[in-house]
């Protein structure tokens, strides 16, 4: 069983196209993240939720929407997609805590031409 | 904001060599700290790790200690494999707002026979 899942693997599309990732954890985690990570394998935190409400909110163009439908359930949609938008992206999740980890999915490649 | 520095990469190793990879961090209070592992082509895994000073944390033979003096959190290996090739990211989790993941930027090792 898959602790937490992402779909699609790999996604190539045109400038310009709007897109979704879809992520699903089964660890009955309250906490889901969104990781960006660039070529230089750099992870940078873009969004976060807590039992769907969101709590962090970096720096990301508004072209990004996260929706959390539920716990378990965390989607990033990208409208109007841009060249330096190609990244790896990667869904986690977590118990909410300060000595809790994050457990990660495997990352969706986004490939913008 | 509370931040990791790592280590410089690429590292290269012979098998059966000592390895250490170095990590510092800057932050308010004692956050916990963590070591992942990223295999090519998938997500991070936990390594290990540590929630208060002067812990250790291990795992598959890599050790880390908790460090307050220095601030440090540096990964060992008494004798590192081919398998162990892999981008290793040291990480703390903030103890205040919303207790967010900080990621240093990861540290490429390779290990030949």
């Given at each position: 069983?898959?602790?937490v899942?992402?779909?699609?693997?790999?996604?190539?599309?045109q400038?310009?196209?709007?897109?979704?990732?879809?992520c699903?954890?089964?660890?009955?985690?309250?906490?889901?993240?969104?990781y960006?990570?660039?070529?230089k394998?750099?992870?940078?935190?873009?969004?976060s939720?807590?039992?769907?409400e969101?709590?962090?909110?970096?720096?990301?163009?508004?072209?990004f929407?996260?929706k959390s439908?539920?716990?378990?359930?965390l989607?990033?949609?990208?409208?109007?997609l841009?060249?330096?938008?190609?990244a790896?992206?990667?869904?986690?999740?977590?118990?909410?805590?300060?000595?809790?980890?994050?457990?990660?999915?495997?990352?969706?490649?986004?490939?913008?031409? | 904001?509370?931040?990791?520095?790592?280590?410089?990469?690429?590292?290269?190793?012979?098998?059966?060599?000592?390895?250490?990879?170095?990590?510092?961090?800057?932050?308010?209070?004692?956050?916990?700290?963590?070591?992942?592992?990223?295999?090519?082509?998938?997500?991070?895994?936990?390594?290990?790790?540590?929630t208060?000073?002067?812990?250790?944390?291990?795992?598959?033979?890599?050790?880390?200690?908790y460090?307050?003096?220095?601030?440090?959190?540096?990964?060992?290996?008494?004798s590192?494999?081919?398998?162990?090739?892999a981008?290793?990211?040291?990480?703390?989790?903030?103890?205040?707002?919303?207790?967010?993941?900080?990621?240093?930027?990861?540290?490429?090792?390779?290990?030949?026979?």
């Amino acid at each position: 069983d898959t602790a937490v899942s992402q779909t699609p693997k790999y996604l190539v599309t045109q400038m310009g196209n709007d897109k979704s990732i879809k992520c699903e954890q089964n660890l009955g985690h309250d906490t889901m993240y969104w990781y960006k990570q660039d070529s230089k394998k750099f992870l940078k935190i873009m969004f976060s939720y807590n039992n769907k409400e969101l709590i962090i909110n970096e720096t990301v163009p508004n072209r990004f929407s996260p929706k959390s439908p539920d716990k378990a359930h965390l989607n990033l949609h990208i409208n109007s997609l841009e060249l330096g938008d190609s990244a790896v992206y990667f869904c986690a999740s977590s118990q909410a805590g300060r000595n809790t980890e994050a457990f990660f999915g495997q990352g969706t490649r986004l490939t913008v031409v | 904001g509370d931040s990791v520095t790592q280590m410089e990469g690429p590292v290269t190793l012979s098998e059966e060599a000592f390895l250490t990879i170095n990590c510092t961090y800057t932050a308010t209070g004692y956050p916990s700290l963590f070591w992942y592992v990223q295999y090519p082509g998938e997500g991070l895994q936990l390594l290990l790790k540590a929630t208060k000073a002067d812990d250790k944390g291990s795992n598959k033979g890599f050790e880390a200690t908790y460090r307050k003096e220095t601030t440090s959190f540096h990964l060992e290996k008494g004798s590192v494999q081919v398998s162990d090739s892999a981008v290793y990211f040291c990480a703390l989790r903030e103890i205040q707002g919303a207790q967010k993941l900080v990621f240093g930027q990861g540290t490429r090792l390779t290990i030949n026979p």
